[in-house]
């Protein structure tokens, strides 16, 4: 019952968040939006057992995303009036692609259905590790060197151009 | 909740009441449980308002005498009482926000920067069998609570609407980023050699204390932590004579307490950390041991103290380069020699 009333909870918040996260027009309210909808998804993934995902999602998400995103918005030079136009060119692309998302997971969703009573499996974190340097570690390697471009790619912006 | 929430470490017997009570009012069970959850939370809020005004009254009176002054002397005896005078005054002091602030994230910034630090105390091993709430991931759960106290003070720094606010708030912000990174590579050597996160497992596997086989660790984690609290010689964030008080310029009366709160807490927490990983713990002969880790922490605490009175301030590019020039590279190699030993031997 606890549960029950707690997953909802965080589910609301979860969601309340991530509206004020897209609707927002002040990018800084937008992006504390974003730390409350991490917070609120890492205790639901606290509620599944999952607590090393749980702690990793606020380390990165609250801890490096949100922070990085709030010096991006300061480094622009528009903090004080970090506001956001209500739409742009992009937005049926923008729109399209969410959409399409939603039918992608809805569809997954619907063809394989989630087991009524599946039991969360309690992986060590050793096992993860593990995993981690052998069977994925060519994925692994992948994502740290698209990490490694989008920090490049941050210094060449944030530097501007060479006088 | 039981993985979360160990009581029966704690208060056995009156968790045991607490149900009763709860099964006599025709409750569940639960709420006694819960009951005894709110209780270990209005605890802790005491220990560490406790703790606090120990540390802030400890500051003046080494500082006074570090300064061949004799610091505070004149409410109660040798001036114990005087921080209680000033917590009395800060909360009865009339708190308002500035016109051009951001009102909801100005109110809620102090309490964000409060909590992240209040989370990360309920994890500490006190004792053999004294931990608040018992976690696997004890360590990597202190790291990552604390990670919102950024967060909280990027908020007051910008919703202040005054540059210096703002300033001081970027400053703190890059610096303490800055230096998570080492004093995160300085945890691992010890998570390494012990094979574990939980705090617990780290004390009691240290039959020697870790600082034996991790000096630079050790050293490099003390860095960062005194950086990490932005406190002398580290404060550049709150550098009086050009920022008047960084990022907290525009808070007073118990919105200003709670920033003031959370530096000491977080003071203490990453002291503890330190005993905890580095000296041993709680273990230690003759005495119990509570007393030793807060006799550990304490010294470390007290090193904090003196840092803060006998160095002078850093620059900012000074402080940028100690954290990823020289602390980084330190703490990568401290993890690759550890590393070295530990496939060697």
Redesign the interface.
Known sequence: MATIIGFYLLALLAIGAGILLVSSRNLLHALLGLAVASLAVAGLMLGLRAEFLALVLVLIYVGAVVVLGVFAVMLTGHFEKAVLPPSNELKILGGGTALALLVLITGVILIQPLAPDAVPAQVPIQKLGALLMTDYVLPFELVSVLLLAALVGAIVIARGKED | ?R??FAPAELFPILLEGLRGLAVWAGL?V?AGDWAGAALVMFGLFAFCALTVMVLVYAERKIAGHMQARIGPMRVGWHGVLQVIADTIKLIVKETWVPGSA?RW?YRCAPYVVFTAGFLALIALPLDRDLTPVH???GL??I???G??G??GI??AG?SSGNKYS?IGG?RS??QM?SY?VPLLISLMGVVMISGT?DLHMIVESQRVPYIIFQPLGFLIFLISAVAETNRNPFDIPEAESELTAGFHTEYGGIRFAYFFLAEYVNMFVLSALAATLFLGGWQGPWFPGWVWFLAKTGAILFLFIWFRWTFPRFRADQLMDLSWKILTPLAFLNLLATGLILVLL
Do not use: F, K, R, S
């Open positions: 909740m993985y979360l569940p639960m951001d994230v976690l696997n991931l990597i759960y790291v990552a609570v990670t919102p950024v967060i990027l908020m910008w703002l970027m912000a890059a980023i998570e996160l």
